[in-house]
């Protein structure tokens, strides 16, 4: 960070900003202060408010709260447009381009009547990518060009747009470790070029190395404003991102019984080189499985359910090895799966609350034989249901799109908690649900286990992790990257392995 | 050679129709909608347009006519698909069945009443008639020679505008494009209408420059040709030029096969242009390069807004 002026008024600073998604505070007083030729990360967990408040700066979301100073003078950005003006560029991290288009093309459309021709916006893609140091070729078509050169487009947007203050959005997560370290590189350089750059990054050790200063958000709040990046310690922010959840939740007594899932050297698409996977399972536990999204949990997921082939390794549920088993065979032997979209592989959002809990029950005969559907024991077996797991307001017929979140998990757990569960895969299970249902879910696994089943809870909610699970891993890169009972869980260990140390 | 130059004088008038109707469709897809009411406006177009040179008006007045009912009818399925975000292949069917139920009734009583049509160059020119080519020139009019410039246009103005790059962003990635400032609904809209406007001059056509009579049912699936030869084409205007003028030749065979009376089933004849579709669909599915369909075609926008 090069030396400026005494004096000289902040890039951006945001002051005291609320915002709340229907009437659930996302930011909370939050603050973030930016200075002219850093490279500034913000840290947090999934949730903790870093990219609400960068929408906020970028005009996507009004604040309810707060001011925002940009360069010295007040604005707070009522668009994007208005932000672009001001010279606040954002990278997002689903790219915004055109893939039958070539570059100059994507380019030409976003700087709209600002250029005159295809060739003038060519050329001059040419000249600032010649000026910052980026390779782009402006006529390869978006379709033919890998990610990394893809976001070097989006950067070259921006900066066309005129933007001195840059914000990535996490962009060495789709990014390979060389070409990380080239992004990284070139951040430094635009800062030294008098720009302002905002990582937001759950990799913090990827960044450190690359970054001045560091702002950690926990909760919509600002927890650490803006330190030096040399004066604080790898375990001090570790401990900073997860809080006090981790010290302060219940921590249930283990007593495992018989191994129920063990999962040896599984390989599937997204690790790190030579990644496994290693777990044991045990009746009568949870196993809490940590770690920011992205980090191969869905595909662990697939494999254990069966619908995504494992490529190395292997894995058995009581003894049985089921790594090539067809679904339906694992569903035989007691494996039950809530995944973490309930409407995309848990339920049929146009099939009625009845079909949808007899669909798993209708091979084995259970609801009229071998070829005809029993209407009316599958009505009775949704009725017992509905009385059991108190869905609200709705009859065997209901389709599940119409109920609310809390109601359809439950139609899901209704059907998978049931007399046969011995293993239960159980991803985000209380994910955009409510306190009440959150805490109704939780309490239907902990009665679940406490019958004896086994758990592996797959959540980026750390306070459900901590106030379920006996034991605690936490997934980094599609690896296990520790396993440590409750007892011996500290905020430490976990912030470190969660941001990419040990 | 009379067989030859009598074919080549007619394939224009064949083709005109098809390209105007296709061109249209390819610019309202290429901005994202579907548009599969091409039959019912050309079927609009085509009455309204005799009816109104049936009530003494000029044949342009009835072209105008013609075009301005089938955007009237487009401007329905635009606000129906882009607005309320209905289902654009059911709306489309709907286009379908309200054009060809509407002109069945209101067209009744005007069947099979002639009427003096659009003039033909050979009307308005001196042309030697013993020259070929003047025979040639003589068969035409000014809309069949308009066409194939208005696709190129059509062309140029998709491919090196930035108002055609702005549309064609639309049909591939709406949420970039809006991103880009571009107004999704606004856009679309207009290609619609637009569509609307190119089926109506093409259903006009078929009345008043090529058939000078109204009767149920004339345009005879030529809007479903059209909806084929967007694929044909690639969603390029300036392909559907080649490939119109292709369905084109194999239509206009029928009629002169007729006339000099050769001894072929009339009805296999018919299947002809309708036969040449399939197989020209299954030739450009085999060659592996991109169909060139939009990517977005047929996908309801929704703005991902949170405030």
Known sequence: ??????????????????????????????????????????????????????????????????????????????????????????????????????????????????????????????????????????????????????????????????????????????????????????????????????????????????????????????????????????????????????????????????????????????????????????????????????????????????????????????????????????????????????????????????????????????????????????????????????????????????????????????????????????????RGLDVKASEFVRDAIRAAVEAGAACLLISEDLQEVMGLSHRVAVMNGGVIAGNRPIADVTPEWIGALLTGHA | MDFLIGWLAIIPSYTTPLLLASVGLILSERAGVLNLGAEGMMALGAMTAAITVLAGHDPWMGIAAGAAAAVAVSLLFGLAVVVFRADQTLAGLAVVAIGLGVTGTVGRPYVQQTFGGLPKLGDLLALDPANPLGRIIAAQDVISLAAPILALAAWWWLMKTQAGLRLRAAGENPAAADVAGVDIQLTQLAAVLFAGLMCGLAGAYLSVATSHVWVENMVAARGWIAVALVILAKWSPARAVIGAMLFGSADALVPRLQAIGADVPVYLMMMLPYALTLFVLFLTSLSGRGSGEPASLGAVYLRQDKH
């Not at chain 1, 690790?271 to 496994?276: E, H, N, S, V």
């Open chain 1, 1 to 430: 960070m090069h030396v400026l002026p005494a004096g000289t008024p902040p890039a951006l600073d945001l002051r005291g900003i609320c915002k709340a998604f229907d009437g659930k505070p996302a930011l909370d007083d939050a603050h973030f202060s930016l200075a002219w030729g850093e490279v500034h990360a913000l840290v947090g967990e999934n949730g903790a408010g870093k990219s609400t408040l960068m929408n906020v700066a970028t005009g996507v979301y009004a604040a309810d709260h707060g001011s925002q100073i940009v360069d010295g003078s007040e604005l707070s950005p009522r668009s994007p447009q208005e932000a672009t003006d001001a010279g606040i560029g954002m990278v997002h991290q689903h790219f915004r381009l055109v893939d039958r288009f070539s570059v100059a093309e994507n380019v030409l459309l976003t700087l709209g009547g600002r250029v005159r021709s295809l060739r003038a916006a060519a050329d001059l893609i040419a000249a600032k990518a010649r000026e910052v140091g980026l390779d782009v070729d402006p006529f390869r078509q978006v379709s033919t060009l890998s990610i990394a050169e893809r976001q070097r487009v989006e950067i070259l947007k921006v900066l066309l747009l005129g933007a001195r203050i840059i914000i990535l959005d996490e962009p060495t997560a789709v990014l390979t470790e060389e070409e990380s370290s080239a992004l990284l590189v070139f951040t430094r350089r635009l800062a030294d070029a008098d720009h302002a750059v905002v990582l937001i990054t759950h990799k913090l050790k990827e960044v450190a190395a690359h970054t001045d200063r560091i702002t950690v958000m926990r909760h919509g709040k600002t927890v650490l404003a803006g330190a030096p990046m040399a004066e604080v310690s790898e375990a001090e922010v570790g401990r900073l991102i997860v809080g006090e959840a981790v010290v302060a939740a219940a921590r249930p007594q283990s007593r495992p019984g018989e191994e129920r899932l063990v999962v040896r050297g599984l390989g599937f698409d997204g690790q790190k080189r030579g990644g496994a996977v290693e777990l044991t399972l045990r009746a009568g536990e949870v196993l809490g499985l940590a770690g920011v999204g992205g980090n191969g949990q869905e595909q662990l997921v697939a494999c254990l359910a069966g619908t995504l082939a494992a490529s190395a390794g292997s894995f058995t549920l009581s003894g049985v090895d089921v790594t090539r088993a067809t679904p339906s065979r694992r569903r035989d032997l007691g494996l039950r799966v809530i995944p973490a979209s309930r409407f995309a592989t848990g339920l049929v959002r146009q099939m009625s609350i009845a079909e949808n809990l007899a669909m798993t029950n209708v091979r084995t005969g259970h609801f009229g034989g071998r070829w005809f559907l029993d209407r009316r024991r599958m009505k009775a077996a949704a009725l017992a249901a509905i009385e059991r797991f108190d869905i609200r307001g709705a009859g065997p017929n209901r389709r599940t799109e119409l109920l609310s979140g809390g109601n359809a998990q439950k139609v899901l757990l209704a059907r998978e908690l049931d007399d046969g569960l011995k293993v239960l895969i159980a991803h985000s299970p209380s």
